[in-house]
């Protein structure tokens, strides 16, 4: 007889995330739930995996312990363990992982003293470094979304996130600052890229905005919420942007092969003209409103410099060459879909491209120019020199993640963001130090740790 959870999407809830605070987030949305041990025997991982075959799974949310660790290393799993992190990798899911654990930063800590009971109420042995860097370079290599938790407490307002987010159907969140660079173009290009998800992805999505002292948050939502929603499309969703970009800069310089794009994803032959005319219309303004805004701030970045540090600059310093610096600085437009990336790099005070001067400056006049420039490209949210640091980090090692990380460094920077919604940022940037740490050692990963507890003031 099929009873309402093979009708219904179901949380499973796999370790000892079923807190209080969690089980009650579910029971006051009315979403129904499965509660599964994973520190257990392999037999009983089979079943786990039976259950995703068996029920409509809308989430799953995972809680990792030492002993779970010994069993994701252990050869005895490994096969039943392959089956579980593939059915993870399609479902909409949060792995949650005690940070030292994680860091393995208790590795040298006295285990014969029960741990902290914001822990897990148990004797915490931590797995050998062996055990501990495979398991998470297997998280890693899968895609898996890792989420360290400091205490207990802290699990339950980020499971509880995670469910309520679920439960809307929540498909991506970018944050922006409000004053940054193409901060209007930007909100156009994100409309717009809805109305792409809309017509060409056949896909019923809302665009929401929230407002903060410093920026706007853009949440994207299935309509019908996630658990009438295919997973794989909220996992595209950063894949359709960039597709989404690609075709705006062929409306640009290759209509024929814009329409190709369109007739490659389904669109009828009847729409693709009269989407062509809309987009090349809506690029084509884009392009030319990125221009002159860029132009803009250039020319008001170097009235600032010569009016602010008019006594601070070297009198061979012109107008020119200042102008030369502040150009070299500012990001410049390439593509449409980049400027919601877009950082402003430190100035090159000693060599300006194209300059024929070298520009011997106090350091304490280099910073002054530097958080010019900083405050009228990326607007009013004070970066730092550690979030300048993550933000390289990573262009360089994460590109694929960009969008979601650089959102992450700007919402942990707004103290004006909702806590649930910096910690969870915080905890996502952890877990990318951690892991970029173990390959990279000598980046300085504990440091920007360090900062990042300080910015939430934990």
Known sequence: METPEDQWPVVLLIGTVDREGVISALKSSGQLYAVKRIDSTPENWKTICARFAESKIACALLKLTPTTYHHLASDTYADVRDVLL?????TRHAIYVYEDLFSGRASNAD?????????????????????????????AERGLEVVPYRNNAELTVLASKFIADADQGLLFRVYLPADRIWAHETDRLLTLFRDYLCKVGHENITLNQTRTAHGVVYEFFAAQGLQHTDYSDARGLSTQFADFSLLLDLCLNDADGAGKMLEAHGVSVQEISALLTRYSKEAKRLQVDLRHEREQKVLSIRHRLEAELVDELPVQVTSEAIGQLVDAAVPPIAGLGKVLMSDAQPLQLTAAQGASIVVNLRPQTINSVNGIVAQEVNGGVHLSNEDHRILQ????????????LTSAVRQVADDSVKTPDRILSARRLKAFLIQLGAKLPDIGAGLLQAYLEKRLGL
Do not use: M, T, W
């Open 86 to 90: 593939a059915q993870l990798v399609k």
């Open 111 to 139: 285990h014969s003293q029960p741990s902290s009971e914001d822990f897990y109420g148990e004797y915490f042995s931590q797995p050998d470094d062996s055990v501990r860097l495979f398991v998470n370079a297997l998280l």
């Open 393 to 404: 980090l990573i262009q360089e090692h994460a590109p694929d993640r960009a969008l979601e």
